[in-house]
Nanobody, 121 residues
Framework: VQLQASGGGLVQTGGSLRLSCVASGFTLEHYGLGWFRQAPGKEREWVSC????????LYADSVKGRFTISRDNAKSTVYLQMIRLKPEDTAVYHC???????????????WGQGTQVTVSS
């Protein structure tokens, strides 16, 4: 089971990025996916999730209206489109897989390596 996040980078306040999470070694369509982030010196924060078929999505209040999660099960990929980025969005972003549903919980079964997002002011 492997999850690999990519797409991070350095962007100015107000900019946009799209993160991708590619799954291998398991059937992504059987799992709900979540995005998490962890800033230096802070606890890991749940950001968003989608259920196995993309029909249900949830967002943390801090990103609602700015971030959009989507998935393409045929490509074994989940995306996180981020717009109107703020300096407080700076963190390492991880994707994770859990069950079939969309879970706003801090602990998932399978985790991938993260991708750094840095938003300059």
């Amino acid at each position: 089971v492997q999850l690999q996040a990519s797409g991070g980078g350095l962007v100015q306040t107000g900019g946009s990025l799209r993160l991708s999470c590619v799954a291998s070694g398991f059937t992504l369509e059987h799992y709900g996916l979540g995005w998490f982030r962890q800033a230096p010196g802070k606890e890991r924060e749940w950001v968003s999730c989608t259920d196995s078929n993309g029909g249900n999505t949830l967002y943390a209040d801090s990103v609602k209206g700015r971030f959009t999660i989507s998935r393409d099960n045929a490509k074994s990929t989940v995306y996180l489109q981020m717009i109107r980025l703020k300096p407080e969005d700076t963190a390492v972003y991880h994707c994770a897989a859990q069950g079939y549903g969309c879970y706003a919980i801090p602990s998932y079964d399978f985790w991938g390596q993260g991708t750094q997002v840095t938003v300059s002011s």
